[in-house]
């Protein structure tokens, strides 16, 4: 494996269930993000870890929780969620001083909540 | 603040035809620039950055883009458009946040390419 992955590709899941989104980066970066991309609107950046610590969490409602146990693994924990959540879900990396800023991204997770 | 606007949301050209996607960006230092393209249903890819130097970026598929400073504008060019272009287009500027960076991203341009 290469790159950025992510799995699943797609989930459908219901308001009352729980799942959780996995990524995984193969790149030696030390900060990884999680987006959501909604259908016309901006990407909004959710979360940002550095060095396993959670350094950002742009007002994310708490039925988004965010784990990353380690430099290469970033997980989205999802409960309860709302119809509105359907969106591609993005994770990305990024490594250290100036490529700091240049972010590889996964393929996404397409969530669809009934 | 920090922002990033692509005025064009969405843009047609013709295959064989040039193309420049419009970026302006508003950031007190000097900028990282990035520009990203996103097929349907995938990730972001990069297509090429702008850290300091030479104001022309060369990137991957033939893309290129030109820094101007007193414009404060980052705009995308491409000589020929192949159908195969045809694509979601993302700016970014990076900023620092915390001990990491974070990127800024415009709206995004849809491009379509007719045969």
């Known amino acids: 494996e290469t790159g950025v992955t992510q799995t699943p590709r797609h989930l459908v899941m219901g308001m009352t269930n729980k799942k959780s989104l996995k990524c995984e980066q193969h790149?030696?970066?030390?900060?990884m993000y999680w987006y959501k991309q909604s259908a016309k609107k901006p990407l909004e950046l959710m979360f940002v870890?550095?060095?396993?610590?959670?350094?950002e969490n742009n007002s994310v409602p708490s039925r988004f929780s965010p784990e990353c146990p380690n430099s290469s693994h970033l997980f989205l924990h999802l409960h309860t969620l709302q119809p509105e959540d359907s969106a591609l879900y993005l994770c990305?990396?990024?490594?250290?001083?100036?490529?700091?800023?240049?972010?590889?991204f996964g393929p996404g997770t397409r969530l669809t909540v009934t | 603040a920090q922002s990033v606007t692509q005025p064009d949301i969405h843009i047609t050209v013709s295959e064989g035809a040039s193309l420049e996607l419009r970026c302006n960006y508003s950031?007190?230092?000097?900028?990282?620039l990035f520009w990203y393209v996103q097929s349907p249903g995938q990730g972001l890819q990069l297509l090429l950055k702008?850290?300091?130097?030479?104001?022309l970026v060369q990137g991957i598929k033939g893309f290129e883009a030109e820094f101007k400073r007193s414009q404060s504008s980052f705009n995308l060019r491409k000589p020929s458009v192949h159908w195969s272009d045809a694509a979601e287009y993302f700016c970014?500027?990076?900023?620092?946040?915390?001990?990491?960076?974070?990127?800024?991203f415009g709206q995004g341009t849809t491009l379509q390419v007719k045969p």
């Open positions: 790149l030696g970066h030390n900060a």
């Open positions: 970014a500027v990076g900023v620092p946040s915390s001990n990491t960076g974070k990127l800024i």
């Open positions: 870890y550095s060095l396993e610590e959670r350094v």
């Open positions: 702008y850290f300091s130097g030479d104001t």
């Open positions: 950031y007190g230092a000097t900028p990282y």
């Open positions: 990305a990396s990024s490594g250290r001083t100036s490529g700091a800023y240049e972010q590889y």
